[in-house]
C-alpha cells in the first residue's frame, strides 16, 4: 500500500533526479594517444549527448605532458563557455 509520504518523497526524489548532473569519465590515455581533433570530438559528443554534465579526467597516464592535460582542459573550459551562452 502506498501512502501519501511515500508517494511524495517518490516525487521529490524524482524531481532531484532530473536535476542531477552526470558525471563522465574520459580515458586517461586519449589525451595522450589522440590529436587534438579527436579529443575536441571526443568533448563536443559528450557535451551534447550528456551535457550538462562534469567531465573527469583522472589518473593522468605517467608521462602525458602538461600541455596535453591544458589542451583538454582548454577544450572543455571552450565547451563550457559556448553551452552558457545558448542556455
Request: overall charge positive; glycine content about 2%.
Given at each position: 500500500?502506498?501512502?501519501?509520504?511515500?508517494?511524495?518523497?517518490?516525487?521529490?526524489?524524482?524531481?532531484?533526479?532530473?536535476?542531477?548532473?552526470?558525471?563522465?569519465?574520459?580515458?586517461?590515455?586519449?589525451?595522450?594517444?589522440?590529436?587534438?581533433?579527436?579529443?575536441r570530438?571526443?568533448?563536443?559528443r559528450?557535451?551534447?549527448?550528456y551535457?550538462?554534465?562534469?567531465?573527469?579526467?583522472?589518473?593522468?597516464?605517467?608521462?602525458?605532458?602538461?600541455?596535453?592535460?591544458?589542451?583538454?582542459?582548454?577544450i572543455?573550459?571552450?565547451?563550457?563557455?559556448t553551452?552558457r551562452?545558448?542556455?
Amino acid at each position: 500500500m502506498t501512502t501519501i509520504s511515500n508517494a511524495l518523497n517518490r516525487q521529490s526524489l524524482s524531481r532531484k533526479a532530473t536535476d542531477a548532473r552526470r558525471a563522465v569519465m574520459y580515458t586517461p590515455i586519449d589525451p595522450l594517444k589522440k590529436s587534438t581533433s579527436e579529443v575536441r570530438a571526443d568533448l563536443v559528443r559528450i557535451a551534447s549527448e550528456y551535457g550538462p554534465c562534469d567531465v573527469v579526467l583522472a589518473d593522468v597516464a605517467a608521462g602525458t605532458p602538461d600541455e596535453r592535460t591544458r589542451m583538454f582542459m582548454q577544450i572543455c573550459e571552450e565547451l563550457s563557455r559556448t553551452a552558457r551562452v545558448r542556455r
